[in-house]
């Protein structure tokens, strides 16, 4: 039997820097403090808690004073900066690159126009932490849409700016869009960013093309990973014996066996699963198998 895993899955860029900046700090003997989970993998975050690495909430955060804090790839609103800078906190700033870009074209929006008349929308997961850091360059006075139907309450006799979260799916982002062309008065502006990172989209139609190619596919992603929401529904399209797992001990004999003799299966993961996990997956199949 062949059992492949996927050499497109894994972490993206942003999470890479945000772990290897990580592993360099804590190399150096020091506490360091992480604001929130540094990646939506739990098993990656136990790793990274035995090598030293403290986890905060944003209320622990905010009473600690002159203490050293890795800020993930999510991003942070200007709120925290501002806190760190009272409190004499050190901050490791492991902001993915795409994110604070994003965050700077919103806050210029966002500075350079009337917020009376302008409605500045953000199309994405709301309360998820990318979201909270660009929520936060707007003083809290964007809007927060998660689909298209939530679209549609918008009001089509003001201005409308349009962001997108980096995670979410561009087919999605373009039908919002549309409608929002469709439906906003001849008095008002409309225009739309497409600010979606392609390193995540371009997973989508890879990771259909690896799911129609197995028997059975085992998804790896930690149960907080929107984005391993989204890939997971992908695999599932095209192959419906695709089974979502958080760890090696998730793979039961009935998902293997879920296809009469497969031949193949497929081992895939979102862009917070690490690679050395989908490996332990790879074993844990082969243990089961012989």
Same mark, same amino acid.
């Given at each position: 039997? =062949?059992?492949?895993?996927?050499?497109?899955?894994?972490? $993206?860029?942003?999470?890479?820097?945000?772990?290897?900046?990580?592993?360099?700090?804590?190399?150096? +003997?020091?506490?360091? /403090?992480?604001?929130? &989970?540094?990646?939506?993998?739990?098993?990656?975050?136990?790793?990274?808690?035995?090598?030293?690495?403290?986890?905060?909430?944003?209320?622990?955060?905010?009473?600690?004073?002159?203490?050293?804090?890795?800020?993930?790839?999510?991003?942070?609103?200007? %709120?925290? /900066?501002?806190?760190?800078?009272?409190?004499?906190?050190?901050?490791?700033?492991? %902001? $993915?690159?795409?994110?604070?870009?994003?965050?700077?074209?919103?806050?210029?929006?966002?500075?350079?126009? &009337?917020?009376?008349?302008?409605?500045?929308?953000?199309?994405?997961?709301?309360?998820?932490?990318?979201?909270?850091?660009?929520?936060?360059?707007?003083? +809290?006075?964007?809007?927060?849409?998660?689909?298209?139907?939530?679209?549609?309450?918008?009001?089509?006799?003001?201005?409308?700016?349009? /962001?997108?979260?980096?995670? =979410?799916?561009?087919?999605?982002?373009?039908?919002?869009?549309?409608?929002?062309?469709?439906?906003?008065?001849?008095?008002?502006? !409309?225009?739309?960013?497409?600010?979606?990172?392609?390193?995540?989209?371009?997973?989508?139609?890879?990771?259909?093309? !690896?799911?129609?190619?197995?028997?059975?596919?085992?998804?790896?992603?930690?149960?907080?990973?929107?984005?391993?929401?989204?890939?997971?529904?992908? $695999?599932?399209?095209?192959?419906?014996?695709? !089974?979502?797992?958080?760890?090696?001990?998730?793979?039961?004999?009935?998902?293997?066996?879920?296809?009469?003799?497969?031949?193949?299966? +497929?081992? $895939? +993961?979102?862009?917070?699963?690490?690679?050395?996990?989908?490996?332990?997956?790879?074993?844990?199949?082969?243990?089961?198998?012989?």
């Amino acid at each position: 039997m =062949k059992i492949e895993i996927d050499t497109g899955s894994g972490f $993206c860029f942003g999470v890479t820097r945000a772990i290897d900046k990580a592993e360099e700090e804590l190399r150096q +003997g020091q506490l360091l /403090y992480c604001l929130g &989970d540094i990646v939506h993998n739990s098993r990656e975050v136990e790793r990274l808690q035995g090598l030293g690495l403290v986890t905060i909430d944003h209320e622990e955060f905010n009473n600690l004073h002159s203490a050293r804090v890795l800020l993930r790839a999510h991003g942070e609103p200007p %709120t925290t /900066y501002h806190q760190a800078e009272k409190n004499d906190i050190h901050l490791i700033d492991a %902001t $993915c690159p795409v994110v604070l870009h994003l965050q700077e074209r919103i806050r210029r929006e966002y500075e350079s126009g &009337d917020g009376h008349s302008r409605q500045i929308v953000i199309f994405g997961k709301r309360g998820h932490a990318e979201v909270l850091g660009l929520v936060g360059q707007t003083e +809290g006075t964007a809007i927060v849409i998660e689909t298209l139907e939530e679209a549609r309450l918008l009001d089509f006799n003001r201005d409308i700016a349009l /962001y997108s979260q980096t995670t =979410k799916s561009v087919e999605d982002f373009r039908k919002i869009v549309a409608y929002i062309k469709e439906h906003i008065s001849p008095m008002a502006e !409309f225009s739309f960013h497409d600010t979606i990172c392609r390193q995540v989209a371009n997973r989508m139609p890879h990771i259909r093309e !690896f799911a129609s190619r197995h028997d059975v596919v085992f998804f790896v992603c930690g149960q907080k990973s929107s984005n391993g929401r989204v890939l997971f529904s992908e $695999c599932l399209s095209v192959n419906p014996h695709s !089974f979502m797992i958080d760890s090696p001990d998730g793979i039961s004999p009935s998902q293997l066996s879920a296809v009469a003799a497969p031949h193949s299966i +497929g081992i $895939c +993961g979102a862009t917070s699963t690490p690679k050395w996990l989908m490996e332990q997956c790879r074993q844990r199949i082969e243990e089961m198998i012989n």
